[in-house]
């Protein structure tokens, strides 16, 4: 299984402002994946962070909203910029098993913004 | 696009009790994964399904891959307290190692 550290664990943050949240795999990954999870709500991906490219968002993210870096095979930020309250939700990072058959995740950031 | 259904949504059961939950999908998946989500924390990988029929345990877990391939079942034998939380079901979408996850079953023991 995959180790993922993800900081900050919470965070309050002004509307307009940006908070960019870190995800380190204790593994070289080819893939790192990030969710959104709204109060109450399941799980939904935001995007694919690719290691020397660009990221893939799913349908309804944008990058500007969500830009994402991945310099390397163990390490990826998601920053959400320009808060509003609609973006109180946790963040969770998640990565792959060695087969690529399992997804583990990250203990999640839990942003609420005011 | 592909989703993924769980039933119950949230359930009361007294301490002791077994429980049985479901995941239920109109595409074909070719793994069945199932987590638990505790208060704060991010999902927990409970199972891995990879075979449609594949009955799977864990503990007092016991999952089933169904034959059909569009659905899995997950089972708890005599729950206790610490079995509170919230349990998802996720697949692959078709041709990818992107995960959907299923709407949740909230599980509350009554002690």
């Known amino acids: 299984s995959a180790v993922i550290s993800q900081k900050p664990s919470r965070d309050i943050c002004q509307r307009g402002t940006s908070l960019t949240i870190q995800c380190q795999v204790d593994?070289?990954?080819?893939?790192m994946f990030w969710y959104r999870q709204q109060p109450g709500q399941s799980l939904t991906l935001i995007a694919t962070?690719?290691?020397?490219?660009?990221?893939?968002?799913e349908s309804g993210f944008v990058i500007d909203k969500f830009p994402i870096s991945r310099p390397n095979l163990t390490f990826s930020t998601l920053t959400v910029s320009n808060l509003s309250p609609e973006d109180s939700s946790i963040y969770l990072c998640?990565?792959?098993?060695?087969?690529?058959?399992?997804?583990?995740f990250g203990q999640g950031t839990r942003l609420t913004v005011v | 696009g592909q989703q993924l259904n769980q039933s119950p949504q949230s359930m009361f059961i007294q301490e002791g009790e077994d429980v049985s939950m479901n995941c239920t999908s109109s595409?074909?998946?070719?793994?069945w994964l199932w987590y638990k989500q505790d208060p704060g924390e991010g999902p927990v990988l409970l199972i891995a399904l990879y075979k449609a029929g594949e009955l799977t345990s864990n503990g007092r877990l016991t999952a089933q891959f169904g034959i059909t391939r569009k659905d899995s079942f997950l089972n708890i034998s005599a729950s206790i307290p610490s079995d509170v939380g919230i349990y998802f079901c996720?697949?692959?979408?078709?041709?990818?190692?992107?995960?959907?996850f299923g709407t949740g079953t909230r599980l509350k023991v009554l002690a």
């Open positions: 593994s070289q990954v080819t893939m």
């Open positions: 962070a690719n290691q020397g490219s660009e990221a893939t968002y």
């Open positions: 998640s990565a792959p098993g060695h087969l690529n058959t399992e997804a583990f």
């Open positions: 595409s074909i998946f070719n793994t």
């Open positions: 996720a697949g692959p979408i078709s041709g990818t190692y992107k995960y959907i």
